[in-house]
Nanobody, 124 residues
Framework: QLQLVESGGGLVQPGGSLRLSCAAS????????IGWFRQAPGKEEREGIA?????????TYLNSVKGRFTISRDHTGNTVYLQMNRLKPEDTAVYYC????????????????WGQGTQVTVSS
């Protein structure tokens, strides 16, 4: 079973940057479509914010992060990254990566494998 581990979260000031990592062991991450989700404080649902297809040829973003966040693959390191720039307080959330077969989707139900999450807090 694919196991995913997120890292890179932390406390950052508004306008700052963070890079989140989603690593896998025992499986080749290139075979999976990987999505990044977040769950903000007090919200019950996770929000899909970025996705990269298994081929790497397609990426999608939530409108509110487009132009600020970039999802990418490190094929040799078996890792997917989420580079987050110009962070805002409303980006504060627990961030999760998730794996699926096939196409990108913002739907939580599309993904079979989930990491444990990493906290991102944007505050001055």
């Amino acid at each position: 079973q694919l196991q995913l581990v997120e890292s890179g979260g932390g406390l950052v000031q508004p306008g700052g940057s963070l890079r989140l990592s989603c690593a896998a062991s025992g499986f080749i991450l290139d075979y999976y479509t990987i999505g990044w989700f977040r769950q903000a404080p007090g919200k019950e649902e996770r929000e899909g914010i970025a996705c990269v297809s298994s081929s790497g040829g397609s990426t999608t973003y939530l409108n509110s992060v487009k132009g600020r966040f970039t999802i990418s693959r490190d094929h040799t390191g078996n890792t997917v990254y989420l580079q987050m720039n110009r962070l805002k307080p409303e980006d504060t959330a627990v961030y999760y990566c998730a794996g699926a077969s096939g196409y990108c989707s913002p739907a939580v139900s599309h993904y079979d494998y989930w990491g444990q999450g990493t906290q991102v807090t944007v505050s001055s």
